[in-house]
Every structure is written in structure tokens, then in C-alpha cells.
């Protein structure tokens, strides 16, 4: 079955640790993207990347960091730059002629 | 700068009640807007989207919405509401080649 897929679902990070969390898809979509979710507060854009090699920064980019080498795969880094990492992580992809955005089940990310 | 503002964090309805839940938009140009679910602990799931073809837009599980210009709205409404309804539910609008999400409103349904 086409789809996207995060992993892992649940992921704890130390004081000063880097983190990634991946995202896959093999619905051929050209555009990804990396929303970050907290109570209240709806989703807010990270990072977003239209074609292989390329991404641009969306609303709160400041301490992550995105590659993207392959088309199917747009994996997010959380950096210990980023104070504040507890959240649900939502990846999502888009066909370029397509309205209709794909979202992953998510990736809770929390603290230790 | 295209916004979408919705009204009211919680709604809670009973079971075979109407569903009406408030999105407002800011934009300079006619957008594109969408109604996405989200059920606890899941990504979202596209219910509707609006893309100037006709003002009124029906989507899956029964719901529906209504561009209205004059009002900047688009709120999405449901007839009769069951129990599997329950969920959060977001408005967006297309901004270029992102997505912007509403705050989200939870919506509650009793028995």
C-alpha cells in the first residue's frame, strides 16, 4: 500500500542530544514536509522542501535541521539547540499537481 | 498574509445534534482552503477542500462547508453528529507551497 511512514512513534532525548526522526513515502510525491504539534496551538511548519535537494524553512526552523537526498525520504533532526523539543512531530507529502496533503502517523517526541 | 483563525478551541455536541465548527480566513486573493481530521495520536485526514469551483463543498464522513465571501468564512457543518465524530478538526489555507493550519478545535460528542 502507498503511504508515508514515520518512525519511530515514541522517542526520548537527552539534555545536549541530537535526535532524527525519519520520514518515508512511496506515494512518488515531490514535496515534504515537517509540521510540529503542541496542545493549543495547532500546527506549526518547520521545515518544507518541494524537490530533492532543496528545502526551505517554514515558521519555527530555529533549531532543526532537514535533508533531503532522496525523493521518498525527508528525515528531521532535532538539535540540542532546541530548547523546547517536546511535541508530536507530523511529517506530510504532496503531489506538486495535488491539493490533497498525505500526513504520517506522527512521532511524540519528549524529554528526559 | 493568508490566516485562518478558528473560533472556539472545544465544541461538544450531542449525538444526532448539528455540527458547526468555525473557520475564518484572511486573504488578499481567493484561496485555497481545506478542512483536515485528526483522531488522538494519528496524523490528519483530508474531510474537504475548496478551490473556487463551488461554494459549497462536500467531503467525506457527511460533512460539508460553505465559502462565503461577504464573511471570509468557511465553516464546516454536519448534519447530524455521531459518537465516531468526535475528533479535532483543523482549518488551513494554501499559502504558495505550505499549508497553514488553525489553532484546531476539539469537538466532543455525548451520548
Redesign the interface.
Known sequence: DGG?T?SPKYLFRKEGQNVTLSCEQNLNHD?M?W?RQDP??????IY?S?IVNDF?K?DIAEGYSVSREKKESFPLTVTSAQKNPTAFY?C?SRGLLD???F????T?LSVL | AQSVTQLGSHVSVSEGALVLLRCNYSSSVPPYLFWYVQYPNQGLQLLLKYTSAATLVKGINGFEAEFKKSETSFHLTKPSAHMSDAAEYFCAVRKGGKLIFGQGTELSVKP
Open positions: 508515508i514515520q514535496a514536509y509540521y493549543g496551538q495547532g500546527l506549526r511548519l518544507y518541494q526551505q517554514g507530523l506530510a491539493e490533497k496533503l500526513f504520517g502517523s506522527g511524540q
